[in-house]
């Protein structure tokens, strides 16, 4: 059996809103996918499925690959498409984080247009394109050159 290393994360989509989860980190809050580390002998896909329940309460079924990403840190992170049907997510937990440095804080359904420009950029290295809503909703985008805003230090 093939040992994989890395992240997992589960992409559910609907409408145009995507399944978030935020972190509060060094003072710092951030909307990520709901996902984290491979366990050994499980798949990503397993992984995906269980960092699902685990912090959003709820169960999905994986529909497809949507995307990997190579981190800096030499692990990658597998995203996958899942199908959550109506149910509706609950704050849940994550036991692989050393709470008194980072805490998960929030979950909601979030359109692009309520996102930091850091998150956005995170969900579409993910693979967020592979969602027909979401690459309908670029139609909508401006083609003009925009910089980066830079938080002020």
Request: aromatic letters at 10%; a negative charge; proline letters at 4%.
């Amino acid at each position: 059996m093939e040992q994989y290393k890395g992240r997992a994360n589960a992409l559910v989509v609907c409408g145009k809103r995507v399944l978030m989860v935020k972190y509060r980190a060094d003072g710092e809050e951030y909307w990520v996918l709901p996902g984290g580390g491979i366990e050994d002998g499980e798949t990503p896909e397993q992984a995906a499925v269980r960092e699902l329940k685990e912090e959003c309460g709820i169960n999905g079924s994986v529909l497809r690959f949507a995307g990997y990403f190579a981190r800096s840190d030499g692990n990658g992170a597998y995203t996958y498409l899942i199908d959550a049907g109506e149910q509706e997510p609950v704050l849940g937990f994550d036991p692989g984080i050393d709470e008194a440095h980072r805490k998960l804080v929030g979950v909601a359904w979030k359109s692009l247009d309520e996102l930091s420009e850091r998150d956005r950029a995170w969900l579409f290295a993910s693979g967020l394109l592979c969602c027909a809503e979401i690459e309908n909703e670029l139609d909508s985008w401006t083609r003009e050159v925009i910089p980066p805003k830079r938080s002020v230090q």
